[in-house]
């Protein structure tokens, strides 16, 4: 493992998370669309932060913000920093030194505070609570699918639960989401949709659908999507251990880094509108219409492009650097990289549209 910095590491999980999307689509037998979703997702809200941090010569203060993005990204849950920590070691960095402890995980709270339902691993003791808010015996199946993500299969079932708790007459259903890891048997007939029970082991996890169908795999997780959660059993003992939303011990709200130069929000805009176009392959209709190929060979290296750029001497020495990196980009992607419903979209046709959106950049054109 290198010695790394903050900036580094930052800059090397944009490049990883491109080449993963790469590999993930280069062979169409072995199409992975859970890895390119995920890899894309992490950038959601990491991309402005990451101009950010990289946008300043001053190598210190440089530092001191990547290790507030890492610390921000880190702090999305267990998932989230496992998967840095996996793409930081691929690419040959020791990310732990550069973050906090992990902190034990708590629910969420949605918009009007109430805690929302966490993801769990599919284990004996989570699945015996789950049975004590929910009736699974009277479960009808809602969604199946299985498809291939790299080599492995892995499959996704969503189940109308009814709930063991009371609720009002108008809540809305609840649905509990399952997620197979590495599955290893399928058997499922359409007449029988009703009944579930979920099985767990130390080497294999799996769930029963209704009196003959099965599916057995080597993980999983489940999440329950009900609004109505914090009233049951689990619900209430985590509201108690759960801050208010508004408490200041929590996360920050809103992520790090605010101002950026002309051209470095005008370079993070177009790699952030590329970043939701690659995320887009979660709906697997239209998987297939994304051109995830094309779209990472024209940003490959960006993250090593983006900390070149920023660390120039001088706004106007950065600003033209930060077009250049955009000519580039422009330059690799008009190939054919055509968004699906947009056939008319181009890096250079949108930077038409970003450039003059930067903050302070009104009346600027790309050639500038």
Same mark, same amino acid.
């Given at each position: ?12 999980? =944009? ?12 062979? $169409? ?5 859970? !890895? ?45 920093? !496992? ?16 973050? #906090? %402890?992990?902190? %034990? ?12 339902? %966490? ?31 790299? /080599?492995? =299969? /892995?499959?996704?079932?969503? =189940? ?22 590495? $599955? ?57 251990? /759960? ?12 992520? #790090? ?34 051109? $995830? ?26 600003? !033209? ?17 055509? #968004? ?11 930077? =038409? ?16």
């Amino acid at each position: 493992m290198r010695a790394a910095s903050a900036m580094s590491v930052l800059a090397a999980l =944009l490049d990883r998370s491109l080449e993963r999307m790469a590999d993930a689509a280069a062979d $169409v037998r072995r199409f992975d669309r859970e !890895a390119i979703r995920e890899a894309a997702d992490v950038w959601d809200n990491n991309l402005f932060p990451l101009f950010w941090a990289a946008s300043t010569s001053n190598a210190g203060r440089r530092e001191r913000r990547a290790r507030a993005v890492l610390e921000w990204m880190a702090d999305f849950g267990e998932r989230r920093r !496992a998967w840095m920590t996996e793409q930081a070691a691929i690419a040959g960095y020791d990310i732990e030194p550069l973050l #906090p %402890p992990a902190r %034990p995980h708590t629910p969420g709270r949605d918009f009007r505070g109430h805690v929302m339902a %966490p993801q769990h691993r599919l284990t004996r003791p989570n699945v015996d609570e789950l049975s004590l808010d929910y009736d699974l015996a009277m479960a009808s199946i809602r969604h199946l699918r299985v498809e291939r993500a790299g /080599t492995p =299969l /892995t499959a996704h079932v969503q =189940l109308l639960v009814d709930r063991r708790f009371a609720v009002d007459e108008a809540a809305p259903p609840a649905l509990l989401n399952v997620w197979l890891d590495d $599955v290893t048997d399928i058997a499922f007939d359409l007449a029988d949709t009703r009944g579930a029970i979920l099985h767990t082991g130390p080497r294999e996890v799996g769930i029963c659908l209704g009196p003959g169908g099965r599916l057995r795999a080597a993980g999983g997780e489940y999440r329950l999507d009900d609004h109505s959660w914090h009233l049951s059993t689990s619900g209430r003992r985590a509201d108690t251990d /759960t801050p208010a939303r508004t408490s200041r011990s929590g996360p920050p709200l809103r992520p #790090p880094g605010a101002d950026r130069d002309p051209d470095a929000h005008a370079a993070a805009a177009l790699l952030h509108h590329a970043m939701l176009e690659l995320r887009s392959v979660r709906y697997a209709a239209h998987a297939d219409d994304i051109h $995830v190929t094309k779209l990472c060979e024209a940003f490959s290296g960006a993250g090593e492009a983006i900390l070149t750029a920023g660390s120039q001497r001088g706004a106007r020495r950065r600003e !033209a650097a930060f077009r250049d990196v955009i000519r580039a980009w422009a330059d690799r992607g008009d190939g054919g990289v055509q #968004p699906h419903g947009d056939p008319g979209w181009s890096p250079a046709a949108y930077l =038409l549209q970003v450039l003059p959106l930067s903050p302070g950049a009104a009346g600027r054109s790309s050639a500038s």
